[in-house]
């Protein structure tokens, strides 16, 4: 079964509106409704708050402020994943970013609350906030650990000897706006209070974190939390972490004992969420007349919050892609009174490889080389900074055959010489890595006595196909047809897992699956040919095979479900684990990642500058793939990404109040059917495995690698024109483009 392009099996409870997400549970019957109040100011200090006017507003149960919200846990900023610490809110009169919570307003009916949320007075002593990443961006320091716990700096040789030494050097800085990851589910909970116990329907992507956070919050239990989220709207990363609608519903409920739902709306998503920081990227290039790299460097500054540290590792994948004796890294942070940083779709290589895949293109238009065999002929023979083998490597057959589809012997050697009409045309290709990560995982898998499988971990989906890919690791497991499967997920009662995220979700799940369906098997060849009511009493069970809900062993054959019966009313069941990465041998001798290579086509208006992707090819080796249909989905959505870091998304910080004035998806740009025509996606056939028993890595966020590169660098073909201030719009284009031919 895997490999095979299944259908996913919860199409049709999505397509008819049967899949319930956190906001549209009803089982703790009818709910109250919460509204979060936001601060008005980006730093100070609350000096007083009135909640009479919003109390005495009809339909109203409560009004939480910092004076009567109950004592919180605190941060704890040791933690190498801040996902599973506490997150308070409405702990303080202190005010650290526009739109912080400053109270939450609960009342029979939405409406109501929206409305008495907007009586709540609130009285602040302005402080002077720190908004603007270019007015302190001197100011930075080095920061204690970067993102995953990676090294914040590395230099390998004599980077400055080898750079001077150089025939050919490009220094560029390159700048990358905020941006969020936006699911179409805005962060929602509900709370039900049941005793000492507190359920929480909520939308988020890692389950345990979830309730370890809500516990260490609360002060609770951490068995007294309960988190269901059999379906996730999304998430992107910014769901991988719980946040104030959680905190602020479970505080709620707890306090009234009844049910209460908060829901952010679209516009506070961009203030309470957390974003990708703002980044300053300064790239260094030298090499040789023949394109070898002599010296490679990659410096990032970008913003923080003051109270919880976060640096993005974007530096971080220049250290394995490129081959150059001297090689130098390093990560620093600015201090700003905005919300915190946070993982937004591939978090480090998305803007790291935006700037070094476009200082990559600069060099080959200095050298007067193909950028493809530039590439190539930078490709190294073991990791440049670990000095460790790669476990499975294919980023060069990935070039050559992403330009073989494409095409890219018809690229115009020079930039902007190839026109159509009033149209100037250009291709543009980039390099694409992602580290493949691993993390502990359980899941658990029961034959019942009818012959159904049950396969159960807290693991979650978030749109990315996990019930059809565990659906089909467990019906090739124990060989049964898919509809005799069933998989439950998304609930903390079940084994835990790292849930989705990182691109770590499916292999984690679906090896930890394919182990306990090995153990299963065993188990019941075991009590079978032990048993002498069995056709397979006394047989050897190393040729068993499992095939059509039967076990056979040379002419003998036995329905599992009856063997599973004679376990016991419950079956017989088994669980499958999956370690961290740290205690795997193979993560530490190997360098483990995931490859592509984008390629695109562009057409720029020679009058007005409006950029229009034309085409688009990626081309990628991932391992083993478990469903050919949704992993091309997954990478075709991360190109799309690309795109839109490329040409649209920014957030703009209004410097005065530190408010994001293009809070909306009106003005928050990002792409749309319209914007994106052919774009097409391929996966070469390989299997990695020093990754996992099942040779298969990482596919989500490999998309969206490198996809803005190929795009602006296509940009560059087209009119001559570079930028490296991100995203790629008609004002930093239009003042550069060539004159019209007569």
Not at 217 to 233: I, K, S, W
Not at 421 to 442: E, F, N
Not at 451 to 464: H, Q, Y
């Amino acid at each position: 079964m895997i490999g095979k392009a299944v259908d996913r099996v919860d199409g049709p409870l999505k397509a008819t509106g049967r899949a319930a997400y956190a906001y549209e549970h009803w089982e703790a019957g009818q709910p109250l409704y919460g509204f979060i109040v936001g601060a008005t100011i980006g730093k100070g200090r609350i000096t007083q708050i009135g909640t009479e006017s919003a109390e005495n507003t009809p339909g109203v149960h409560l009004v939480l402020t910092h004076l009567n919200a109950p004592e919180q846990g605190s941060h704890d900023e040791s933690a190498v994943f801040e996902y599973w610490c506490a997150q308070p809110v409405l702990a303080g009169p202190d005010i650290h970013h526009f739109g912080e919570p400053v109270a939450l307003v609960v009342a029979e009916t939405l409406e109501q609350a929206r409305d008495a949320a907007a009586r709540v007075e609130v009285e602040y002593s302005a402080g002077r906030g720190r908004f603007d990443f270019a007015e302190y961006e001197d100011e930075a320091y080095v920061p204690k650990v970067v993102n995953a716990g990676l090294p914040t700096d590395t230099e390998v040789g004599d980077f400055d000897a080898g750079f001077d030494s150089a025939e050919v050097r490009i220094d560029q800085h390159y700048t990358t706006p905020y941006e969020f990851s936006l699911p179409i589910e805005p962060n929602a909970c509900l709370a039900e209070p049941r005793g000492e116990d507190l359920v929480l329907y909520v939308s988020c992507q890692i389950v345990n974190a979830a309730q370890a956070s809500v516990a260490g919050t609360l002060r609770m239990d951490p068995g007294r939390v309960h988190v269901v989220a059999p379906f996730v709207g999304g998430g992107f990363g910014s769901k991988l972490g719980i946040h104030a609608e959680t905190i602020l519903a479970a505080m709620a409920a707890r306090t009234l004992g009844r049910p209460v739902k908060v829901a952010m709306t679209r516009q506070q998503v961009f203030q309470l969420v957390g974003m990708r920081p703002v980044s300053s990227q300064r790239v260094r290039l030298g090499a040789e007349r023949d394109g070898r790299l002599t010296a490679i460097a990659h410096d990032v500054t970008m913003h923080t919050s003051p109270e919880i540290e976060y640096a993005e590792q974007t530096a971080a994948t220049t250290r394995s892609l490129y081959a150059a004796p001297h090689r130098l890294t390093s990560h620093r942070l600015t201090a700003l009174d905005l919300p915190r940083g946070t993982d937004v779709r591939a978090p480090g290589e998305a803007p790291g490889m935006l700037a070094v895949e476009s200082a990559m293109d600069e060099l080959a238009d200095a050298l007067g080389m193909d950028p493809v065999e530039l590439r190539i002929r930078n490709e190294p023979t073991v990791d440049p900074e670990r000095g460790v083998p790669y476990s499975d490597r294919h980023l060069v057959d990935c070039l050559r055959e992403g330009a073989r589809r494409f095409g890219w012997e018809n690229r115009p050697a020079a930039p902007a010489t190839e026109r159509e009409g009033r149209w100037l045309v250009g291709y543009g290709m980039s390099a694409a890595i992602r580290g493949h990560l691993q993390g502990p995982t359980a899941v658990r898998v029961r034959l019942e006595p009818d012959g159904t499988a049950v396969v159960r971990t807290d693991m979650t989906d978030i749109g990315t196909g996990t019930y059809t890919i565990l659906t089909q690791v467990a019906a090739g497991g124990l060989g049964l047809p898919p509809e005799r499967v069933r998989i439950e997920l998304g609930l903390s009662d079940l084994p835990t897992s790292w849930g989705s995220g990182g691109s770590w979700g499916a292999t984690n799940s679906c090896t930890a699956a394919h182990r306990a369906c090995a153990a299963l098997r065993a188990k019941l060849l075991e009590a079978a040919c032990g048993d002498t009511r069995s056709p397979l009493h006394g047989m050897d069970p190393a040729g068993a095979v499992f095939a059509d809900g039967a076990v056979r062993v040379g002419g003998a054959s036995e329905e599992v479900a009856a063997i599973a019966a004679r376990g016991g009313p419950q079956g017989m069941e088994a669980e499958g684990r999956v370690r961290h990465m740290a205690d795997d041998p193979h993560y530490s001798a190997y360098s483990i990642n995931s490859y592509g290579a984008h390629f695109a086509e562009v057409g720029v208006d020679a009058d007005t500058a409006e950029i229009r992707l034309r085409r688009m090819l990626g081309v990628f080796s991932v391992g083993r793939v478990f469903n050919p249909g949704t992993t091309r989905s997954q990478l075709i959505g991360g190109m799309v990404w690309g795109v839109g870091a490329a040409l649209e998304e920014e957030a703009v910080v209004d410097t005065r109040s530190g408010a994001f004035v293009n809070r909306d998806l009106a003005g928050y740009l990002v792409p749309v059917h319209a914007d994106i025509t052919d774009v097409d996606a391929v996966v070469l056939d390989s299997f990695d495995g020093k990754a996992n028993v099942l040779g298969a890595k990482g596919v989500g966020e490999l998309g969206v690698c490198g996809a803005g590169a190929a795009v602006v660098n296509a940009v560059f073909n087209a009119t001559g024109v570079r930028v490296r201030d991100f995203p790629v719009t008609i004002e930093k284009v239009l003042p550069g483009l060539p004159p019209m031919a007569a």
